[in-house]
């Protein structure tokens, strides 16, 4: 029987608090209760505060301080010396200094900028978006001197055996039962060994397929694992080998048995990266990368179909380039330049050339481009956008629609195919943000997040022809477990959503789950989770399926691991 605890989790616990929140009761129990007082009075009540949107600031329990994958504030690079004693049992220093250290170090503020950090530079010094990665340092690179025999017997990471061995704290006292140290010895196990013949499949490990590894560290290596939970809707499942280092930013589109995704990689210090495009089949295999060998400065991109195959729209030098393709992702002819703005987002009309709508300042302009790039006539749009990325837009056959956050709420504007503007409405309040859009059968419909409600949650509501809404709206889950952006995709009647459970920053979800409404809002049958726990999602896509052996289908897309992490696909039926 395998041990409960790894040593990845033990060791954390012993050597290393800021892996584990539990030891910052320990240390404030360890004070007397003038500095338990004078402690409380200096913390900052502002500084656990979770934005949920303008005047939505909502304070922190003592359990949602830093997310998990959020490492407070110490210094624990440095190798830690671990004496072995006469009698065999491995010594461990006092950390009582450095769990003090740890436990009140500020927290940001802002969870957005401390997951974003965090996880940047994690995975810019490690993830490498087209190789094998080297093992992951056991609890931040802290070195232990091989295990006595006369403690461990022959428990070697190594030897094929799951080992379990005795590891001792010096000079430690055991306290009464939730006090920090519980006990002064613990058993740590190997989580696998690499020469174990009976190493856990992937789909053992909750993983839709794969296959699977064990470190020299002995920790289970699952980076060749498909990065899909197993479910019956679950058709295919890919985490590609691509170019490119640290992924950020990823565009998906679909055209008839082509798939297509463009990501920028190979960020540098002057804050220049790299496009990539790749091509894949209906069932997700990859057909090939396509490296455009341009260089940019800014930090979105946009793709759609086009006449003759694909537009590429980008950010550089506070500018909006466009590059047509062809149906294989090659490029067809020069970039355009479409004008001054940042945040290009291209809206797909069937057959057509799409719409481009980016930002210029406070404001949102709609552009209209031709087939080849060239941008004609362009408008603005809504005034005072905020968060232009997180809008959406649909053609309906007559017009483009075009749903947006901005300081007046949520505002919902007709554009017309010759880039007229129309009158815009704003259909659900004020204190709401993230809407996207959906054609079906008999109107429009939109998932939206509020935030000035009792309890912040998702929400769904059917729009008329004009934007209105139609209707009560139809709260679809609420915090903790939705309120990010949610894309959708309608087909007859019913809405399929693409929902990021949530984790307190934006776009970034802890998971992902796809939900199949019927045109009253509801879903017959629970949520369908696409990925498992470990990691943040994010730049999460949905896109429809038309080839003839999977019509009905959804692919996605979206970049695991927070701000820069490896890029996976899925197709399945919703």
């Given at each position: 029987?395998?041990?409960?605890?790894?040593?990845?989790?033990?060791l954390?616990?012993?050597?290393?608090?800021?892996?584990?929140?539990?030891?910052?009761a320990?240390?404030?129990?360890?004070?007397?209760?003038p500095?338990?007082?004078?402690?409380?009075?200096?913390?900052?009540?502002?500084?656990?505060?979770?934005?949920?949107g303008?005047?939505?600031?909502?304070?922190?329990?003592?359990?949602a301080?830093a997310?998990?994958d959020?490492?407070?504030?110490?210094?624990?690079?440095?190798?830690?010396?671990?004496?072995a004693?006469?009698?065999g049992?491995?010594?461990?220093?006092?950390l009582s200094?450095a769990?003090?250290?740890?436990?009140n170090?500020?927290?940001?503020?802002?969870?957005?900028s401390?997951?974003?950090?965090?996880?940047?530079?994690?995975?810019?010094?490690?993830?490498?978006?087209d190789?094998?990665?080297?093992p992951?340092?056991?609890?931040?690179?802290?070195?232990?001197?091989p295990?006595?025999?006369?403690?461990?017997?022959?428990?070697l990471?190594?030897?094929?055996?799951?080992?379990?061995?005795?590891v001792?704290?010096a000079?430690?006292?055991?306290?009464?039962?939730?006090?920090?140290p519980?006990?002064?010895?613990?058993?740590?196990?190997?989580?696998?060994?690499?020469?174990?013949?009976?190493?856990?499949?992937?789909?053992?490990?909750?993983?839709?397929?794969?296959?699977?590894?064990?470190?020299?560290?002995?920790?289970?290596?699952?980076?060749?694992?498909?990065?899909?939970?197993?479910?019956e809707?679950?058709e295919?499942?890919?985490?590609p080998?691509?170019?490119?280092?640290?992924a950020?930013s990823?565009?998906?589109?679909?055209?008839?048995?082509?798939?297509?995704?463009?990501?920028?990689?190979?960020?540098?210090?002057?804050?220049?990266?790299?496009?990539?495009?790749?091509?894949?089949?209906?069932?997700?295999?990859?057909?090939?990368?396509?490296?455009?060998?341009?260089?940019?400065?800014?930090?979105?991109?946009?793709?759609?179909?086009?006449?003759?195959?694909?537009?590429?729209?980008?950010?550089?030098?506070?500018?909006?380039?466009?590059?047509?393709?062809?149906?294989?992702?090659?490029?067809?002819?020069?970039?355009q330049r479409a004008?001054?703005?940042?945040?290009?987002?291209?809206?797909?009309?069937?057959?057509?050339?799409?719409?481009?709508?980016?930002?210029?300042?406070?404001?949102?302009?709609?552009?209209?481009?031709?087939?080849?790039?060239?941008?004609?006539?362009?408008?603005?749009?809504?005034?005072?956008?905020?968060?232009?990325?997180?809008?959406?837009?649909?053609?309906?056959?007559d017009?483009?629609?075009?749903?947006?956050?901005?300081?007046?709420?949520?505002?919902?504007?007709?554009?017309?195919?010759?880039?007229v503007?129309?009158?815009?409405?704003?259909?659900?309040?004020?204190?709401?943000?993230?809407p996207?859009?959906?054609?079906?059968?008999?109107?429009?419909?939109?998932?939206?997040?509020?935030?000035?409600?009792?309890?912040?949650?998702?929400?769904f509501?059917?729009?008329n022809?004009a934007?209105?809404?139609?209707?009560?709206?139809?709260?679809?889950?609420?915090?903790?477990?939705?309120?990010?952006?949610?894309?959708?995709?309608?087909?007859?009647?019913e809405?399929?959503?693409?929902?990021?459970?949530y984790?307190?920053?934006?776009?970034?979800?802890?998971?992902?789950?796809?939900?199949?409404?019927?045109?009253?809002?509801l879903?017959?049958?629970?949520?369908?989770?696409?990925?498992?726990?470990?990691?943040?999602?994010?730049?999460?896509?949905?896109?429809?399926?038309?080839?003839?052996?999977?019509?009905?289908?959804?692919?996605?897309?979206?970049?695991?691991?927070?701000?820069?992490?490896?890029?996976?696909?899925?197709?399945?039926?919703?």
């Amino acid at each position: 029987m395998r041990a409960p605890h790894t040593m990845t989790a033990l060791l954390c616990f012993f050597l290393i608090p800021a892996c584990e929140p539990k030891p910052a009761a320990s240390t404030l129990d360890a004070l007397t209760a003038p500095e338990r007082d004078a402690r409380a009075a200096d913390a900052e009540p502002s500084d656990l505060a979770l934005d949920v949107g303008p005047g939505g600031d909502a304070p922190l329990s003592a359990d949602a301080r830093a997310p998990a994958d959020v490492a407070v504030p110490t210094d624990v690079s440095r190798p830690v010396d671990v004496p072995a004693r006469e009698d065999g049992q491995v010594t461990l220093p006092d950390l009582s200094v450095a769990a003090d250290a740890a436990v009140n170090a500020p927290i940001d503020s802002s969870i957005d900028s401390s997951i974003d950090s965090s996880i940047d530079q994690a995975i810019d010094a490690a993830v490498s978006v087209d190789g094998p990665l080297p093992p992951p340092p056991l609890c931040g690179a802290v070195n232990l001197p091989p295990l006595d025999p006369s403690a461990c017997g022959s428990a070697l990471c190594g030897d094929g055996l799951v080992s379990t061995c005795e590891v001792c704290r010096a000079d430690c006292e055991p306290g009464p039962p939730g006090r920090f140290p519980i006990d002064c010895c613990e058993l740590l196990s190997e989580v696998c060994d690499p020469r174990d013949p009976n190493l856990p499949t992937c789909v053992e490990q909750g993983f839709g397929g794969g296959q699977s590894a064990c470190t020299d560290a002995c920790d289970f290596d699952t980076r060749r694992c498909d990065g899909c939970g197993a479910h019956e809707r679950l058709e295919a499942c890919v985490r590609p080998l691509l170019p490119g280092t640290s992924a950020h930013s990823l565009s998906l589109s679909t055209s008839g048995d082509v798939v297509l995704i463009a990501y920028l990689a190979d960020r540098d210090v002057a804050g220049t990266s790299n496009v990539f495009l790749a091509r894949f089949d209906v069932d997700l295999r990859l057909i090939e990368t396509l490296p455009c060998q341009i260089a940019v400065n800014g930090g979105r991109l946009s793709l759609a179909p086009s006449p003759g195959g694909f537009l590429l729209a980008y950010e550089h030098d506070a500018a909006v380039h466009l590059m047509p393709l062809d149906a294989t992702g090659r490029a067809r002819g020069p970039s355009q330049r479409a004008g001054d703005g940042t945040i290009p987002r291209l809206i797909e009309r069937p057959n057509q050339p799409p719409l481009l709508l980016n930002q210029r300042g406070n404001d949102a302009y709609a552009t209209v481009v031709d087939a080849d790039g060239v941008a004609g006539a362009s408008n603005l749009a809504l005034r005072d956008v905020v968060e232009l990325e997180y809008g959406s837009g649909v053609f309906t056959g007559d017009d483009f629609m075009i749903a947006q956050r901005t300081n007046a709420g949520i505002e919902v504007v007709p554009v017309s195919v010759d880039g007229v503007v129309g009158q815009s409405v704003t259909p659900v309040g004020q204190s709401v943000e993230y809407p996207q859009l959906a054609l079906v059968d008999g109107g429009l419909r939109m998932t939206y997040s509020d935030f000035g409600a009792p309890v912040p949650g998702l929400y769904f509501a059917s729009l008329n022809a004009a934007g209105q809404r139609q209707g009560a709206s139809v709260e679809l889950g609420s915090i903790p477990e939705y309120f990010n952006p949610a894309p959708v995709y309608g087909s007859g009647t019913e809405t399929f959503v693409l929902v990021g459970l949530y984790s307190g920053s934006t776009g970034h979800g802890r998971q992902l789950e796809s939900l199949r409404l019927d045109a009253r809002g509801l879903s017959a049958e629970g949520p369908a989770r696409l990925t498992i726990e470990g990691g943040l999602v994010t730049d999460y896509q949905l896109r429809p399926l038309a080839g003839q052996m999977v019509a009905g289908q959804m692919v996605a897309a979206w970049r695991a691991g927070g701000s820069s992490g490896r890029i996976q696909l899925a197709r399945f039926t919703p």
